[in-house]
């Protein structure tokens, strides 16, 4: 079973530029898929970035610009950078594995399990 450990969250002023960091491992984890997905109470969980193996990424136009994943595969260790973030930012953030062979692009339409306890961002305006 994938085990994630999810860090790096807060309450944090809008326009603030958290990182938020995921560190990976166990059965079913290579490194070859991943994303960032959030979720807040009573909303839908919506991958909001992707990585797939030849480091491509993809975002959904609501953090596009604003929101930059990267991978340190040598430390198993996941990273999101937020930028410009806005009220409608809070959710608490998951990262998750996707299929292996799948593009960034089409792993944003990727139903995200949430293997961890995430990192909850709350944005005050």
């Not at 002023?13 to 958290?18: C, T």
């Not at 490194?31 to 975002?59: F, K, L, N």
């Not at 959710?91 to 996707?98: E, F, K």
Request: aromatic residues 10%; charged residues 20%; glycine residues 12%.
């Amino acid at each position: 079973q994938v085990q994630v450990a999810e860090s790096g969250g807060g309450t944090v002023s809008a326009g603030g530029s958290p990182r938020l960091s995921c560190v990976a491992s166990g059965y079913g984890y290579d490194g070859a898929c991943m994303g960032w997905v959030r979720q807040d109470p009573g909303q839908e969980r919506e991958a909001i970035a992707t990585i797939d193996s030849d480091s491509h990424t993809g975002y959904p136009e609501s953090v596009k610009g604003r929101f930059t994943i990267s991978q340190d595969k040598a430390r198993n260790t996941l990273f999101l950078q937020m930028n410009g973030l806005k009220p409608e930012d809070t959710a608490t953030y998951y990262c998750s594995p996707c299929p292996p062979r799948w593009t960034a692009i089409q792993a944003l339409l990727f139903e995200f399990k949430a293997w961890g306890p995430g990192t909850k961002v709350t944005v005050s305006s």
